[in-house]
């Protein structure tokens, strides 16, 4: 009984999956990962859409104990923050005290007579007594915790793993890149783990790390890896899922194994599938997955939809717009309906692209574009303060594209129309 797995045992959203692990062989993905460990004197950027897998796949290989991880998300703009973390993981100081000692040796030569008690006549004696004295002094010395932490890394080759490395302010990655230039020539293992549309500011920050880095970009997921997931994990439960049902979960998640696990885990508490049987069922083919997809809609996205669509807090009021739906608002709810009017995938869209959708919300004259990207900014800038490990969306000012970075954000967007 002790070894019954319970279906959230199984099914495992968000978290690392046992039973359900998909190393998706004939893809090589471990092994291209192994390649840090092997002295490629190479800063290693391992890149995918959030919730792809790609935290799970470097644990596989590096596993928890050894590297040393950090999360990109906790240093935000504290390059301190970031050495000092690793200081606490590795368990060393970087403050040293240090002993000295001399030893001083005399000789002490005496010759006469000793007078003893009780004893009448002089006893003649002759020769030396040594002592030994000890001066000392203690000697304090410190290094920064960069230097403490870099030359410990490096004389262990323990590996350096940054989960989340664009969620770092940019000054803050500058330093940490110029810091680990040396010791990744060097052999020492790094890798950052980013969003695709982040994956090059290493080289953003730091133009000689051109012909240094090993970027590899995790192959979406296809809808058979997917359905795997199902397959695997309902065996172990002792339930059969009809292929229909599993390749319409697949093609629902978004190329994402986590929003598969959810789709998994829900399936099983609606039916109330919850330890393997002893007799082999089947899961109802005709549940209803719409009704399904807008539950989980509902818990994973809406709560920050309704922040962003708030905007930052009001100094002014804003200029009211109608949309085509008859809903008044403001250009911050426009903004968000033209992210409903895209039902994204995980995409990319540049500026000319977006503007189009937001056309096709507005019944009134479009924003100028200074105003819109304004928005973009802001809607940015929230997502990266909201406490989550990943901005669901990203502005890139500089390129004019904006990004949908979070399947379960995508996932809600899809589904909002059909939910409220």
Known sequence: MGNTRYYND??????????????????????????TKKNICKLMIITGPTKTGKTVLVEKVFGREKPVWIEGGSICDNEEYFWENVIAQLQIASEFEEHQSQ???????????LKIPFIQTGVGVSGSVSRSHMRGQTLRSSVSNKTAAIRFLSENRIPLIVDDFHYIDRNVQTAIVRALKAPVMHGLPVVFIAIPNRKFDVLKVEREMTGRLEIFEIPSWSLDELA??????????????????????????????HLMQEFCKAI???????????????????????????????NTGRPLFEKLARGPRQRSDRIKRRLKDGTVTDIYGAVMAAFVQMKPGMDSVNYDRFRGYLRDVL???????????????????????TGASTPVIDWDSEED????????????????????
Request: glycine share 4%; proline share 6%.
């Open 268 to 298: 099983c508490e609606e039916q109330q599938i919850v330890k393997p049987a002893k007799e082999r069922s089947s899961v109802d083919e005709s549940i209803d997955l719409p009704n399904l997809f807008q539950k989980i809609a509902r």
């Open 401 to 420: 594209i904006l990004t949908i970075t979070d399947s379960f954000f995508a996932f809600y967007l899809r589904w909002k129309g059909l939910t409220y």
């Open 363 to 385: 019944d009134s004259d479009l924003p100028q574009k200074n105003e819109i990207t304004r928005v973009l900014d802001k809607l940015t800038e929230i997502c990266y303060n």
């Open 103 to 113: 030893d001083m040796d005399f000789e002490i030569t005496a010759e006469g007579q």
């Open 10 to 35: 199984v099914f495992i959203p968000g978290g690392t999956p046992t039973v359900t692990y998909n190393p998706r062989r004939g893809r090589n993905l471990e092994d291209r990962v192994q390649q």
């Open 228 to 257: 795997m997931i199902a397959d695997t994990g309902f065996q172990e439960l002792n339930v059969h899922i009809p292929d229909t049902l599993k390749m319409s979960l697949a093609q629902e998640a978004l190329s994402s194994p």
